[in-house]
């Protein structure tokens, strides 16, 4: 990844640990057709475990942070992992879903 932070880049390297999930193989995280991604979203929103869950976490955490919302991925896990336990992702999911019916 790289990292733009005070008018310098800086190439990085990260790892499932530096997000504490660990490592997934490509098979793993395997979608499919649209009945089977929106199957795996709803698992993952309902707060299913597995690497699904995992990749989706990262991605927040690495959004946030790059976002400037948290200091360190560990912290936008925290928040992350909170937001998909507590229904509130899956809250936004679904009021997303009725405005763009509407």
Known sequence: MFEVRDGKVERRTVEPADFAVPTAIPADLKGGEKARNCAIARAVLAGERGPHRDIVLVNSAAALA???QV???LEGMA???VS???????GKV???A???RG
Request: hydrophobic letters at 50%; proline letters at 0%; aromatic letters at 10%.
């Open 98 to 100: 009725k405005f763009t």
């Open 66 to 68: 790059a976002a400037g």
């Open 84 to 90: 998909i336990d507590s229904g509130a992702a899956r």
């Open 94 to 96: 679904e009021a997303l």
């Open 79 to 81: 928040i992350a992992t």
């Open 71 to 73: 200091t360190t991925f």
